[in-house]
């Protein structure tokens, strides 16, 4: 356990489908990120998260739909995915921008079918 | 922004020590260097950080010449559970949006 739990752990939708994937830390920490990782390609940074407020959108679908209510959860809301988009989705927490390393989830696996 | 150039993979045996060379040519003058690890299905988990001459922790070493062009993690007396990849990121640490995670070095520990 590292700190961050993402829930679900597995996730299988169709493409008209609606879900959500949630992170949760309760590290203290400021800064939350979204993270890509498809096969066999480098992890994607997609949403940055600091106090609560985005900083980043690293020019993202509008299908991907971020939320975070308060600096320990982050939601990532799906609708009318691809089948491109299954990938691992991880989430991460630093205690603020510019603090030492990221402290990572175990992911959500997502498949779109 | 700084590129890293790291072995695709690598193979050691249990017991041996292990060094990872990570090659950051245009590393700038604020950047940090970075090493994470990541087993299949799980987030990549943070080892050790530093920015110039030796760092050591509990899991590994970290040794970065004055040029800092490079940067090697060493990892003492490896086992069958260090086989995993390992990823070199070189970036200011204050932009999320520099610090790439490239495909990294997948070590297979054999027994």
């Known amino acids: 356990e590292t700190g961050v739990t993402q829930t679900p752990r597995h996730l299988v939708m169709g493409m008209t489908n609606k879900k959500s994937l949630k992170c949760e830390q309760h590290?203290?920490?400021?800064?939350m990120y979204w993270y890509k990782q498809s096969a066999k390609k480098p992890l994607e940074l997609m949403f940055v998260?600091?106090?609560?407020?985005?900083?980043e959108n690293n020019s993202v679908p509008s299908r991907f739909s971020p939320e975070c209510p308060n600096s320990s959860h982050l939601f990532l809301h799906l609708h009318t995915l691809q089948p491109e988009d299954s990938a691992l989705y991880l989430c991460?927490?630093?205690?603020?921008?510019?603090?030492?390393?990221?402290?990572f989830g175990s992911g959500t696996r997502l498949t779109v079918v | 922004l700084a590129k890293t150039t790291q072995p695709i993979s690598m193979d050691s045996y249990e017991g041996q020590e292990v060094n990872i060379t990570c090659s950051h040519n245009?590393?700038?003058?604020?950047?940090?260097i970075t090493w994470y690890q990541q087993f299949p299905s799980q987030g990549p988990r943070f080892i050790i950080q530093?920015?110039?001459t030796k760092v050591t922790n509990e899991v590994a070493s970290l040794f970065i010449p004055a040029d800092r062009k490079s940067s090697t993690l060493s990892l003492p007396r490896v086992s069958l559970s260090d086989t995993a990849v390992y990823y070199c990121?070189?970036?200011?640490?204050?932009?999320?949006?520099?610090?790439?995670f490239g495909k990294g070095t997948r070590l297979h520990i054999l027994p």
């Open positions: 991460a927490s630093r205690k603020e921008v510019g603090d030492s390393g990221y402290t």
């Open positions: 590290l203290g920490h400021n800064a």
């Open positions: 998260y600091n106090f609560k407020e985005q900083t």
């Open positions: 245009n590393i700038a003058t604020n950047d940090y």
């Open positions: 530093g920015y110039k």
């Open positions: 990121l070189v970036a200011l640490m204050n932009r999320d949006d520099k610090i790439i």
